[in-house]
């Protein structure tokens, strides 16, 4: 998580509208090289490490 712990993260539902459409339009992107899956909870799981990884946490 690039040495930021859970107390350092910002809540996702804490962003505006405009930080987690821009989030979300990076993180499919993001997902278009990835190896893709049917499972919710992966899907989730792979969400949140990404946001974590810049800071956010979901």
């Known amino acids: 998580m690039h040495g930021k712990d859970q107390q350092q993260l910002r809540r996702w539902d804490r962003l505006s509208a405009d930080e987690q459409l821009a989030l979300r339009e990076s993180y499919g992107r993001h997902m278009d090289a990835q190896t893709p899956t049917c499972d919710l909870e992966l899907k989730l799981e792979r ?12």
């Open 47 to 58: 969400f949140r490490r990404w946001l974590a990884e810049r800071g956010v946490a979901y």
